[in-house]
């Protein structure tokens, strides 16, 4: 079974950091595209990072442009993993978190481009 796992959310201050994590099992995403979403009360579920496979184990990173210089997202293979690292948080970043993915790589931006979803991490920001 393919399961995404993620964790690292809080309660924190406006202008904190929180790194979240997504475990993945049962599949290998090295070669594919992770990518990381939210969703805030009330509105709709959108993207927030993406990175995917370029082929010789090189990656490709991109953001939405509200979180562009303040997060960073990666991965380790070796540990079927991905990351986001949240810095200078502000109270709009507070929503669910969620981890997909999928088994190939591309440029992909939307839901329902991806197969596989963790269940989600609340991340809350005050002011």
């Known amino acids: 079974q393919v399961q995404l796992v993620e964790s690292g959310g809080g309660l924190v201050q406006a202008g904190d950091s929180l790194r979240l994590s997504c475990a993945a099992s049962g599949r290998t995403f090295s070669s594919g595209a992770m990518a990381w979403f939210r969703q805030a009360p009330g509105k709709e579920r959108e993207f927030v990072a993406l990175?995917?496979?370029?082929?010789?184990?090189?990656?490709?990173?991109d953001y939405t442009d509200s979180v562009k210089g303040r997060f960073s997202i990666s991965r380790d293979n070796a540990k079927n993993a991905l990351y986001l690292q949240m810095n200078s948080l502000k109270p709009e970043d507070t929503a669910v978190y969620y981890c997909a993915a999928r088994e190939y790589s591309g440029k992909y931006y939307r839901e329902t481009d991806f197969d596989y979803w963790g269940l989600g991490t609340q991340v809350t920001v005050s002011s």
């Open positions: 990175i995917r496979s370029t082929g010789l184990n090189t990656y490709y990173a």
